[in-house]
């Protein structure tokens, strides 16, 4: 646990890409709810990302290795579920796909605008840790 | 040694967010309206925030948070307009949190004014995920930066309340289509609002004040 306290510190001056930070928040996370359900090695921990959510999976797979090298839980697996926005168009009563690498939210098929369900998550959804105790 | 699986749903940016809602119940109970500028360096935020100023001293009390890598520049031009401003030195991290914002108003007596706005560190990405308290995020482009950003940094253009294109002066001077642009921000953005501005002319400068006038008094009245 010594290991937490200096993280904040140890990438204060390196932190130049968001990435980094939301790594940082989701080893937090997962201390904290290892703490809240007893004590234990990190094991893996699975995140939803929605396509919407502004981050990049594999950066934030390399902030994780960084965030938790050298510490009590290295090693731990950062799982991360890519999770599609959910896009409808009012006027067609239809779902429309997002064409890749767009983020316009008008309906490709009559102009009005979409209405856009989830695609925004960066949640920590499942902590597993390996203890001692039952 | 046994292995134990929780299942939550739990929001990886929790703790940034409780404090960012602890900073909109601050601003409520301040009345504070609060404004979190985000654009590419040297888009025109600061001397957005000057001519702002210059109209808008006498009718509102104003105060700024500028973040910025390195140097006290822009805080500087701010407070040489007699607003109060803070300036936060990120030493190279690429956007401003709430916890940085909490910092700012516990050093400087920013508060109470009528609108608050947090200039953020320039850039197009990383500001656009972190929730800093404000009512209203504005995106700024200027005409100098091409056409074509709004779509390859879509994130910021859709989550914009309102986006001010500024440097319009300079339009005819550079290969900028103004009707693509605006097309492609209410694609992203079917309810944004859209400002084409000039702090060298004045231009869209009474249409922007008006706006924080409006929003200001919806604030009031909530």
Redesign the interface.
């Known amino acids: 646990m010594g290991h937490l306290k200096p993280l904040w510190l140890r990438f ?7 990435e980094m ?2 790594a940082i ?2 080893y ?2 997962c201390r904290e ?2 703490r ?3 004590q ?1 090695r990190l ?1 893996s921990v699975r ?1 939803a990302v929605g396509e ?4 990049e999976p594999d950066l934030l797979k390399f902030g994780w290795e960084a965030v938790i090298v050298d510490g009590p839980d290295e090693g731990a697996e950062l799982e991360i579920d890519f999770c599609r926005a959910d896009q409808r168009c009012p006027s067609c009563g239809e779902a429309k796909e997002r064409s890749e690498g ?5 309906c490709p098929d009559c102009g009005a ?1 979409l209405e856009v369900r989830g695609g925004d998550e ?13 | ?16 967010e409780e404090r960012a809602d602890k900073l909109r119940g601050r601003f409520a109970d301040s009345g504070t309206l609060v404004f979190n500028l985000i654009s590419s360096p040297g888009s025109g935020k600061t001397t957005l925030l000057e001519t702002t100023i210059g109209r808008m001293a006498e009718v509102c009390k104003m105060a700024v948070i500028e973040g910025d890598v390195a140097t006290e520049r822009d805080a500087d031009r701010i407070r040489a307009m007699g607003v109060p401003a803070h300036q936060v030195l990120t ?5 401003l ?1 709430a916890r940085q914002i909490e910092t700012a108003l516990e050093t400087t007596d920013l508060l109470p004014a009528d609108v608050l706005f947090i200039e953020n560190v320039g850039n197009l ?2 500001p ?3 929730d800093l308290g404000e009512d209203f995020k504005i995106a700024l482009l200027s005409v100098t930066e091409g056409d074509d950003k709004p ?1 390859k940094y ?2 910021i253009f ?1 989550r914009a309340d309102i986006t001010v294109i500024t440097k319009s002066d300079l339009l005819p001077y550079v290969p900028f289509d103004l009707d693509t642009v605006t097309g ?1 921000i ?6 944004g609002v859209i400002l084409v501005v000039s702090s060298t002319t004045g231009e869209g400068i009474d249409l922007w004040c008006d706006l924080i006038a409006s929003r200001l008094e919806a604030k009031r009245r909530s």
């Open positions: 204060r001056y390196t932190i130049s890409m968001h930070g939301i928040e989701i937090r996370t709810v290892v809240e359900h007893g234990g094991q995140i919407l959510a502004a981050v767009s983020w316009f939210r008008i605008p960066l949640d920590v959804l499942e902590v597993t840790f390996e203890t001692d105790e039952d | 040694m046994t292995k134990k699986l929780v299942t939550i749903r739990r929001k990886a940016l929790a703790a940034s030493s190279g991290a690429c956007h949190d990405i990383c656009t995920t972190y779509i879509p994130a859709s492609h209410s694609s992203l953005n079917p309810s």
